[in-house]
């Protein structure tokens, strides 16, 4: 029996990669053919026009949201990898605990009271860190909140305070930094989305709204980044249940508040128990997900469960979780 030998040939999506990673800035042309590819392996080919950041060390980070859960484990994570930090964060109080906690790890540590869908106020926050630090190379677009409630019961107001905090927040902060980390020569933007930015579910149209909205914000971003070939690259992040105050702080609307004064525990407090990933956890995999350059990371199994049920049931999934639903009354 002959053994298999390898192939030489560079897949489609290998080819697809080259091709853009060869485009010419000035010109526009694509080099292809045999010469484009010589000397290069299939993983270089995918990969090599590609910024990564493999080392933290010496770098600055801002991150909003970095008073508790992920934005808080973010910033201890990469202090213990020696990277400056500039924290931000709506609570004064956990932000000055995450900032007290950051310091002990002889990294340099700046904070700022940061409402992230005050447009004005980020963008003078980016230009303060620049002004602290000499530059900024991160930017993890972290901040969030949850509201649950029908699209009927649900009121205007509601929509515009979740949609100005996790979408218009995000978009906020990439635009404020990305001149920023341009100039640095090394950059990452890595904007958190949800896994209910993959997959829906009644009574979440509002939050799945915002974080589907950061999704497509972020991939398209990717896209324009890896154009430019500009040092900058943009992760897309989709925890499952994180241990996190969320869930606990989320707005509740119509039928969702009659619901709650009849049970013996509050929605956020049930949602609580789903909460099984901690948040360390989640800023390891947000970190390995920066250092390989990913597009998309996934956090928790319950992410990787629905992100498969959604690709192998694009839209039929929605029938299972409708029946679930009726099931659980």
């Known amino acids: 029996m002959s053994s298999a030998q390898p192939s030489t040939e560079v897949s489609k999506f290998d080819e697809f990669s080259l091709l853009i990673g060869k485009l010419d800035a000035k010109s526009g042309s694509l080099q292809t053919g045999s010469s484009a590819k010589a000397s290069r392996t299939d993983r270089d080919v995918r990969y090599d026009f590609l910024p990564r950041m493999k080392s933290f060390n010496d770098k600055v980070a801002a991150i909003t949201g970095a008073g508790s859960g992920i934005g808080r484990a973010l910033a201890l994570e990469l202090a213990r990898n020696h990277c400056s930090l500039a924290l931000g964060d709506i609570d004064e109080r956990t932000l000055a605990e995450t900032t007290d906690l950051a310091t002990r790890h002889s990294v340099r540590v700046t904070s700022c009271k940061v409402d992230v869908s005050d447009r004005a106020a980020i963008h003078a926050w980016a230009d303060q860190v620049v002004s602290d630090h000499g530059k900024a190379n991160l930017i993890f677009n972290n901040a969030g909140v949850a509201h649950a409630g029908t699209v009927e019961d649900t009121d205007y107001a509601d929509y515009e305070w ?3 905090i996790n979408f218009w927040g995000v978009v906020y902060g990439t635009k404020a930094f990305l001149p920023h980390l341009k100039k640095s020569g090394a950059g990452h933007i890595v904007n ?3 896994v209910f930015g993959l997959f829906a579910q009644p009574t979440m149209g509002s939050y799945n709204a915002s974080k589907f ?3 497509g914000f972020t991939e398209s971003l990717r896209q324009e980044l890896d154009l430019m070939n500009c040092g900058v690259s943009a992760t897309c992040v989709h925890p499952g249940g994180i241990k996190t ?4 702080a989320a707005r509740f ?4 508040l009659d619901l709650s004064r009849n049970q ?3 929605p956020g407090e049930a949602a609580d128990r789903l909460l099984r990933t901690k948040p360390e956890k989640a800023a390891e995999r947000i970190l390995a997900g920066v250092r390989r350059n990913a597009r998309r990371v996934l956090i928790g199994g319950d992410a990787y469960m629905l992100d498969m049920m959604q690709r192998l049931l694009p839209s039929s999934y929605q029938r ?4 679930s639903v009726r099931l659980a009354r």
């Open 213 to 215: 909205a950061v999704r």
């Open 320 to 323: 299972l979780v409708t029946a």
């Open 245 to 248: 105050n969320i869930a606990r």
């Open 264 to 266: 013996k525990v509050s």
């Open 253 to 256: 609307s119509g039928t969702m």
């Open 192 to 194: 958190l989305s949800s």
């Open 162 to 164: 979740i949609m100005s």
